[in-house]
């Protein structure tokens, strides 16, 4: 699959966000339409199955809906993440002719004075609204939950929210320290008795609700996810605002360019690079001294992995 990064651009700056993203804080190089209209359509020459539209905020894009429906159209399944403050009735009209395998909206809270206070100057009524409307048209719903100092007492009412509004799986784990949460870690990281009680209410309410909502918090912290990667690297591509292959959003190497190479290219760099002494050195720091220790992941701060992995070369005809 692809997780692919349209924007940085945002209409919020959620203090726990993963990219700094903020209202008109794109990267630089951002790709133009024709380009990810390119990488689309190489996407769906390529077979690949699955793709995640992300950001910051994908529907702020001015040609989100060409790219999802060229994928669409192609035969990929979608994801959209989004934060829903604009998720219109147009949108979702037009998402729903497509093969939506989710669409994933974060409620950070399930009162409006925690919810703003993730994400402020938003709008729970909007988000829940959006989860709404997605239903109605007829598309699985996500809903993600990042706990903080702030909101992490609410956790288990947004459990309730999110099987009141039908959806199907309810996604959560750690707080990861990389972007703006990095940032904000001291304010904004629960404490061991928190994420304690935390973990088990999810354990309790994870058998109760087997076959009605999928609480998916499994590896639970991004020490545990990177482990598991390394060991058993997913076949996912994740792939920034500006056409770079990135490995994961807890590593900050580069190793791929869909400007300049096919997507079989990309792939084949993106396998090689987990065996990498480098990435192998990162995340073995990282599970020996936690999360925090990682290489800062900031905006803009992608680097390449080693010179052994170009980023140019042609981009032609693509096999699966």
Known sequence: MAAWQLTYDCDLSCVHCCTLSAPGRKMPGELSRAEAVDVADRRVSAQVPYVMLCGGEPTRVPHFLDTAERLGWGGAWLKIETNGQSFSEELATRLSKLPIRSIQISLDGATEESYRKMRPAASLEKAVGACLLARVHGMPLEITFAPTTLNIHEAEDVVDLALALGAFRFNTGKLMAVG?????????????????SFRSMLDAR?????????????????????????SEPPGTLFILPDGRVALSGGLSHAVADLRKQSVSEAWAAYQKAWSHARVREDVERIEREGAFMAPPVRTHSWAPLADDFPTGSTAGKETA
């Not at 703006?180 to 304690?196: M, V």
């Not at 590896?219 to 598991?228: Q, V």
């Open 206 to 230: 994870r058998t109760e609700l087997e076959g009605r909502l999928d609480l998916c918090y499994e590896p639970f912290s991004m020490e545990e996810d990177l482990a598991l990667r390394a």
């Open 180 to 196: 703006r949460a990095r940032l904000l870690w001291e304010n904004l990281r629960p404490s061991e008795p928190q994420y304690a």
